[in-house]
């Protein structure tokens, strides 16, 4: 299928996207890598009137590693896999780790972190690195700059916090996470994910202090799991009875929709177990590598 009719815009500051944004209305949408919204655009999922093309922002293109690690919104996943990987790899080598992830290289060579984000669907692993690491989204309109939370940011099914003028401009990791892992499984390589978890653990001393599991594919939005996080406080020495009771008691706490669950509840049920087991594992190793 080919899209609905658009006018198209080119963008070259933040200031003149957020003033187009401001001035299209509610049914212009940003586009940068494309390889979310055109998609869906192809088969009419999404209609805009108008396309505000930011891709030659190259103000936004950019990793920082000052207090904070802030990554630029039209920052490529190919750029994170390879560009920044040195500069990631002293305590969040996580991130650059999940890019081999994200669909194939030509889809990583044009992809964007902020479209991804703001694509937001719950198995996407920049979606799931932003919860799990407590990340801020920085977004940016005519009124200026405001910060929103990752964990308060996703609402559901390719539905955020933002507004219809505001667009992206970066995230911010506001601490390393030197023992997190993120795994996923896909039917194909490339593929969505159908579950994808992730987790970060505090380990002094060889002991776990405590620890975040974050879930795609359980929920319309990624979930950092309350029952793990109590799990895992001054849980001790990671061994893999343990890393198979933390897994089973937060598996046992979710509720899968049985229509919409590939295989069977209980196939994601068994699925998300074993990859929770693998990745806590491996992140109490400090074993930041793809299954």
Not at 38 to 60: E, K
Not at 143 to 169: C, H, K, N, P, Q
Not at 249 to 272: C, H, I, N, W
Request: proline share 4%.
């Amino acid at each position: 299928m080919k899209p609905a009719a658009f006018q198209y815009h080119r963008a070259h500051s933040v200031a003149q996207a957020v003033d187009l944004l401001a001035e299209l209305g509610e049914d212009a949408k940003i586009i940068a890598g494309g390889q979310s919204l055109v998609a869906m655009m192809n088969f009419r999922l999404a209609r805009p009137t108008s396309l505000i093309d930011v891709s030659g922002i190259t103000d936004l293109r950019y990793v920082d590693r000052d207090q904070t690690l802030t990554i630029g919104a039209l920052t490529t996943h190919y750029d994170i896999e390879r560009t920044f990987k040195p500069v990631l790899s002293e305590g969040y080598a996580v991130i650059s780790d999940a890019m081999q992830w994200v669909g194939h290289l030509p889809i990583r060579t044009r992809g964007t972190i902020g479209g991804s984000i703001a694509h937001a669907d719950a198995t996407a692993e920049w979606c799931l690195l932003t919860v799990l690491l407590d990340a801020e989204i920085v977004v940016a309109s005519t009124r200026g700059e405001r910060t929103i939370a990752a964990s308060e940011f996703f609402f559901g099914l390719y539905t955020t916090a933002l507004e219809y003028d505001e667009m992206i401009v970066a995230v911010r990791f506001p601490r390393p996470a030197p023992h997190a892992v993120l795994t996923e499984y896909a039917q194909r390589h490339g593929d969505f994910a159908v579950v994808a978890v992730a987790a970060d653990l505090d380990v002094t001393d060889g002991e776990v202090v405590s620890g975040r599991v974050a879930l795609g594919g359980v929920s319309p939005i990624p979930i950092v799991s309350a029952t793990a996080r109590a799990f895992l406080d001054s849980a001790g020495p990671m061994t893999v009875d343990l890393a198979e009771r933390c897994a089973t008691d937060t598996v046992s706490a979710l509720e899968f929709d049985e229509v919409d669950a590939p295989g069977g509840t209980d196939y994601l049920r068994g699925l998300t177990h074993h990859l929770l087991v693998t990745a806590l594992l491996r992140a109490a190793a400090h074993e930041s590598v793809a299954a």
